[in-house]
């Protein structure tokens, strides 16, 4: 068996874009030795010192986003990383296939499905954790740079090291041979030195898979 690429993926589970590329990259898995490590970052802290720029709307939801997040990072925190991917799933699938609204129902039920005990909602609603999730949302973007949004996805460059990018955004989520093909045309932008960006307008809203 070829040794596995390594795909580390920061998301928030409020963002419709990271969720469609987030299963892009589980198809991936299936078609490329690739394996996705999941981190989580943040909207909310991402854009705390902006919220005087941005619309009312906006600000509402990035308030309501703080609870998501220190849910999942709670989860990471007691039960390792590989309790974030199958969490993210079940709330991804609740907030954006399903188009539920976020509440507590919603997480424990989430929490439930991923094999988790339903107190961690309790974290939605406290600041214990947010330490821990600003220190991974500030990996994520230590290595990608201020100027993105989520998802953000660090893969080998030419040497090894990692390359973060913001991205990509895509909708529906390619799966078979087209996901395979976009993933080996992010290594291959990701092993040219200088690359930086590549972006045209969206002219489509997200697209979900039932």
Not at 36 to 47: D, E, I, K, P, Y
Request: hydrophobic share 40%; charged share 25%; with cysteine.
């Amino acid at each position: 068996m070829p040794e596995k690429t390594v795909a580390d993926f920061w998301f928030d589970p409020r963002c419709p874009w990271a969720w469609l590329t987030s299963r892009w990259m589980l198809e991936v898995e299936k078609v490329r030795p690739v394996e996705v490590r999941w981190h989580v970052m943040s909207l909310a802290v991402l854009n705390e010192d902006k919220l005087d720029e941005l619309p009312e709307g906006y600000r509402e939801m990035l308030a309501a986003a703080w609870g998501p997040v220190r849910v999942c990072i709670a989860a990471e925190q007691k039960h390792g990383p590989e309790a974030l991917g199958p969490l993210y799933t079940a709330l991804g699938t609740r907030l954006h296939n399903r188009g539920q609204e976020l509440s507590r129902e919603l997480l424990t039920a989430a929490l439930e499905e991923a094999g988790l005990p339903t107190d961690l909602a309790d974290a939605a609603d406290s600041t214990e954790y947010d330490e821990a999730l600003r220190a991974s949302h500030k990996e994520g973007i230590d290595l990608v740079g201020q100027d993105v949004g989520t998802p953000v996805i660090a893969v080998p460059g030419a040497d090894g090291s990692r390359i973060a990018f913001f991205g990509p955004v895509v909708t529906p989520a390619p799966k078979g041979e087209a996901a395979a093909k976009l993933w080996d045309g992010t290594l291959m932008v990701a092993s040219t030195p200088g690359f930086f960006e590549i972006k045209r307008t969206r002219d489509v809203g997200p697209v979900f898979d039932d």
